[in-house]
């Protein structure tokens, strides 16, 4: 397990490959010769068309996978098993189905050996943070999407990660509810700052969220192009800061670089479901 300090979460994939077997019995490389750095207490976004390999790049930096080359670092120290002080929001919601609200939260807590009663008092607070004060005793599937993912970032945040890495977490939303979950997500990251690795589809959340965007080419993927976002924080309301001229700049600018890999992506896709009709 790779133990992380508070306060040390710089993430550092310097030349990374992966490679992986397909079902088929096929080699495939998700990743090739990826550089790529996130300063501690940043939130980084990474954007790219589907399968460059955005989420490969979140399962190494947290322990769960092993990149066939090249050396992944976090807080400094080279992962090389579970990183141990790192939060992980997943698109589907990770929450137990028979564990209510409350125990779903204070579960991570518990499993580090923190008193259940503490845990309890502990999820307590962080479900009043996140506006779920009230539904303790409710379960997952009483819950609407935007509530369940309030409860994710709870049973995320109650464990002081100093690295949170977040893929595609609310894209299963509709957009009032996803543009309300990207207010509370920032509200709460500037609380504590953890170092964020953001994957999304969508260029809009990117930049309304980070502090720098990195765009992954068309798979196999590697850094293609790095963007800081120069937006002043707090950002407020992120359905404002959409309509600032700078945004609109930067929007122009990273679509300019990304527009090329999603044509590239898709290209591909269309001459490989030809080639097999």
Known sequence: MTDITEGQAGIELSNVTKRFVSPTGVAMTALRNVNLTVEPGQFCAIVGPTGCGKSTTLTMAAGLDMPSAGIVKVGGK???????????????????????????????????????AEANAEAQDWLKTVGLSGFENHYPHQLSGGMRKRVSLAAALINKPSMLLMDEPFSALDVQTRAIMSNELLTLWEKTRPSVMFVTHDLEEAIA???????????PGTVKAVFDIDLPRPRGEVQEIRFLPRFLELYQMIWNALREEVERAYSKTTDTARGAA
């Open 78 to 116: 080279v992962v090389d098993g579970l990183t141990k002080g790192a939060g992980f929001v997943f698109q589907s919601d990770a929450l137990l189905p028979w564990k209510s609200v409350l125990t779903n939260v204070a579960l991570g807590p518990i499993f580090r050996g923190v008193d259940k």
């Open 209 to 219: 969220l980070a502090d720098r965007v990195v765009v992954i080419s068309a798979g």
